[in-house]
């Protein structure tokens, strides 16, 4: 058997896959939360939530309506895109003028209130999601087997972070959220409806946390907890990469995956803290992350 | 139906707070279709607390702003922007994370009849040179240009433009001149604040002159000199 550094490299390539997989969740996460620290000025500690939202929609999609995978991945990010708007028009609006520290509070409160109650309508444990049929089974890639949905999560995940940055960095729409981002009202006043935008922005976020539970649903179980597990190491991505950058937390996250995923190999004790060593040394050397300005 | 009016924009008894404090205490002003109005007076006059209530970027007003007869007090300022006004505001309002070419494109047309791309580029020829570096790596003569520049594509007729020659060496203070000289013939109407009165003299009509949140006096160009010593007064210079 071949080995690299002592390690056989089915497991090398194993473990590298698994972190490239939870590396495309970070990323779409992270991702959701740049986009809507940006603009609102928010932390977004409902995010985990809504992650999880996403995988549950698209159970009750399925349970109750025969709806498959591929509807669901249609239809679940604007349903739960949609209870973000309504947040953010009835709630996080009238936060925009106070400290951080609000948003936050809100948003840490409301996540614990969903939690709460898909926890008392479906329990703690797990609920299975069956792959879509097209997606089952995997390939011999020579040096490794990659099972297909796995790989198209990778896909679509890259797709999806490339895609947003490319509207964001490179079109007209893009230029508005950029420029909203920076002196909101200077640019309401060149005639654009801001406080519209900042509601379809943060559904946008929503919406991307949502397709990333969808996408999740498969892979691990569909539970309440699921994003609350998950969210802490995306905070520490979002750190890592630097508040608000795009790209930065595209790449924060996909690298941190593949990090988490050797140390795996290479140290398997570390594997749960080395996240957090990044951060405590990122944040010492450069505290508005790898990616962040200075404000 | 719109109503006959008699001025493009008309304040009656403006009042402007921000949070707390009560900063204009009734303002009176007119401007009337292509005039040249500048509104004159110390530091904490109120100048641009009156530029920013018409553009509707202040969120407590009261009293009465008619624009082409139409009552605008009450509409935020996306809504006002629909009628055709556009502001350059004092800091200049050039944003970091576009380029020179995406901040000049970034106002929306709200009418037809903006100046085309290479009008702007013939009265800004710098902005064509740079158009792809970062907007605020220009020099702070170019990123005036800019400001000026971007609000003049979207058809906007009245322009509001906040001490437009803050800061700028003298070459670049005329070029400006020159510039609002030619924009007054296109048709344009502009509301100026300034503080610096000799620039004023070169491009204006009319001065309003403001003490303590009010228009306290309102003086013709063409009566300027007569009333240098009134104006020193006022102006404590």
């Known amino acids: 058997m071949t080995e690299i550094f002592g390690v056989p490299t089915q497991a090398l390539f194993g473990q590298l896959l698994i972190g490239l997989i939870n590396g495309s969740f970070y990323a779409l996460l992270s991702l959701g939360l740049a986009v ?11 995010h985990g939530a809504q992650y999880m939202m996403g995988a549950f929609v698209a159970y009750l999609l399925g349970s109750k309506l025969g709806l498959g995978y591929w509807w669901s991945l249609l239809l679940v990010p604007p349903i739960v895109g949609a209870t973000g708007m309504l947040i953010e028009r009835l709630m ?3 936060l925009y003028k106070l400290d951080h520290l609000y948003g936050l509070l809100l948003t840490f409160g409301l996540a614990l209130i969903i939690q709460g109650l898909f926890r008392n309508e479906f329990g703690t444990s797990g609920l299975p999601f069956s792959m879509p049929a097209e997606l089952s089974g995997g390939r011999n890639l020579g040096f490794m087997f990659l099972p297909n949905y796995r790989g198209w999560v990778i ?13 964001i960095e490179k079109t007209k729409l ?6 909203a981002t920076e002196n909101p009202a200077l640019v309401q006043a060149f005639g654009i409806n801001v406080p519209r935008m900042i509601t379809l922005t943060y559904g946008f976020g929503v919406a991307l946390a949502a397709l990333a539970g969808v996408m999740a649903a498969p892979i691990y179980q569909v539970s309440p907890q699921m994003g609350a597990d998950l969210i802490i190491v995306v905070f520490a991505v979002v750190v890592i990469g630097g508040m608000g950058s795009i790209l930065g937390s595209i790449l924060t996250g996909f690298g941190l995956g593949i990090v988490e995923g050797l140390t795996k190999v290479f140290y398997p004790e570390a ?10 040394i990122v944040l010492a050397a450069k505290p508005a992350g790898l990616f962040g300005t200075q404000k | 139906m719109a109503e006959a009016f008699k001025s493009l924009l008309e304040v009656k008894d403006l009042n402007a707070w921000y949070g707390e404090s009560h900063i204009l205490h ?3 002003f007119e401007v009337n279709d292509g005039e040249v109005v500048t509104l004159l007076g110390r530091n904490g006059a109120g100048k641009t607390t009156t530029l920013k209530s018409v553009m509707g970027m202040v969120e407590r007003r009261e009293g009465s702003i008619r624009f082409k007869g139409s009552e605008t007090t009450k509409l935020t300022s996306n809504r006002i922007a629909g009628f055709g006004l556009a502001i350059c505001p004092e800091e200049r309002g050039i944003f970091s994370s576009l380029n020179v070419e995406e901040n000049l494109l970034l106002p929306p ?3 037809p009849g903006g100046l085309s791309l290479e009008r702007i580029y013939e009265l800004f020829p710098n902005l064509k ?3 792809k570096s970062q907007g605020t790596k220009l020099s702070g003569g170019e990123q005036q240009m800019l400001a000026i520049g971007r609000i003049l594509r979207t058809g906007a007729k009245m322009l509001l433009l906040d001490e437009p020659t803050e800061g700028l060496a003298p070459v670049i203070v005329q070029q400006i001149g020159r510039t609002l000289t030619k924009l007054k013939a296109e048709g344009f109407t502009i509301l100026l604040v300034e503080q610096n009165f000799r620039f004023a003299a070169t491009v204006a009509d009319r001065h309003y002159v403001m003490e303590n949140g009010r228009v306290v006096d309102m003086i013709p160009n063409t009566q300027l000199e007569a009333s240098m010593g009134k104006l020193h007064e006022y102006l404590g210079v």
């Open chain 1, 36 to 46: 809507i620290f940006g603009l609102l000025n928010i932390i977004n500690f409902t």
């Open chain 1, 92 to 94: 996080l609006s009238k």
């Open chain 2, 129 to 131: 040179e740079r158009l």
């Open chain 1, 174 to 179: 893009g230029s508005y959220l950029r420029a």
């Open chain 2, 109 to 111: 047309e709200v009418a």
């Open chain 1, 271 to 280: 594997s749960n803290t080395v996240i957090f060593v990044i951060m405590a």
């Open chain 1, 155 to 167: 896909v679509a995940s890259l797709v999806i972070c490339l895609g947003t940055w490319f509207v």
């Open chain 2, 26 to 28: 009734g303002v009176d």
